[in-house]
């Protein structure tokens, strides 16, 4: 049954990546309107962490790094953890791996931090802000 379980997570993961990378790719959120606004920017005028994300990993997929960091740089940091995470819970191989780069408590410390630095309006923080 566990067994089971985890096949199906494991699907619905490779399906739900599947379709979220198709319409990244495909539907790019300087022209779309469906993609949701971030709320937090709308209230507060700053930069959440997650701000330029979907403009960030639709500059991945078409790989464009540079323009995806200027957008997001948290976001091109830390995709080598989310996908050897992916990978740990899709495939149970590289443990040594996923245990040395799951640090949760530092990940939050970097958000946050990320999160003050981009939202100071002087150089050279002024290139962490969300792109246009």
Request: glycine share 6%.
């Amino acid at each position: 049954m566990k067994l089971l379980n985890h096949h199906l997570a494991v699907a619905a993961c490779i399906a739900i990546c599947s379709v979220a990378m198709y319409v990244l790719y495909f539907f790019n959120p300087l022209r779309y309107a469906f993609y949701p606004p971030c709320l937090f920017k709308k209230i507060t005028t700053l930069d959440c962490p997650g701000c330029g994300s979907a403009r960030a990993l639709h500059s991945v997929l078409h790989g464009n790094i540079l323009k995806a960091a200027d957008y997001n740089l948290l976001v091109v940091l830390f995709m080598p953890v989310v996908i050897c995470g992916l990978l740990y819970f899709c495939t149970g191989r590289g443990e040594r791996l996923w245990r040395a780069l799951n640090k949760p408590l530092l990940y939050f410390l970097i958000i946050c931090t990320f999160f003050i630095l981009r939202n100071i309006n002087i150089y050279p923080f002024t290139f962490l802000s969300a792109g246009k």
